[in-house]
Nanobody
Framework: QVQLVESGGGLVQAGDSLRLSCAAAGDTPSNYNMGWLRQAPGKEREFVASIGWSGGRTYYADSVKGRFTISRDNAQNTVYLQMNSLRPEDTAVYYC????????????????????WGQGTQVTVSS
């Protein structure tokens, strides 16, 4: 099990940037694929981005491709989500998640493939 704590959310204007952080602890976090997912009010949780356990592979939802960047620092057990050119439709609670098993060979967009979740951090983008 991996324990996750997100930070960095806030209220910004459209076009601004934010960087979310996810501090991981527990069962060797560097062995797990990591992801960011988000949930807007009244909507289902949706995939945003994921990164492989070694950091060499990334995968993005089409809605954020070219604007968001996921990265990780395994020495610090931290995963980041750099969000640029934010839009009002990016408003949501953002959750950090760890893959269901260590050393998973594929990057998933499916929330069922993530086994540990943080408590979430609110991002609000005003127009």
């Amino acid at each position: 099990q991996v324990q996750l704590v997100e930070s960095g959310g806030g209220l910004v204007q459209a076009g601004d940037s934010l960087r979310l952080s996810c501090a991981a602890a527990g069962d060797t976090p560097s062995n797990y694929n990591m992801g960011w997912l988000r949930q807007a009010p009244g909507k289902e949780r949706e995939f945003v981005a994921s990164i492989g356990w070694s950091g060499g592979r990334t995968y993005y939802a089409d809605s954020v491709k070219g604007r968001f960047t996921i990265s990780r620092d395994n020495a610090q057990n931290t995963v980041y989500l750099q969000m640029n050119s934010l839009r009002p439709e990016d408003t949501a609670v953002y959750y950090c998640a760890a893959g269901k098993y260590p050393f998973m060979s594929y990057l998933s967009w499916d929330s069922r493939d993530f086994g540990s979740w943080g408590q979430g951090t609110q991002v609000t983008v005003s127009s």
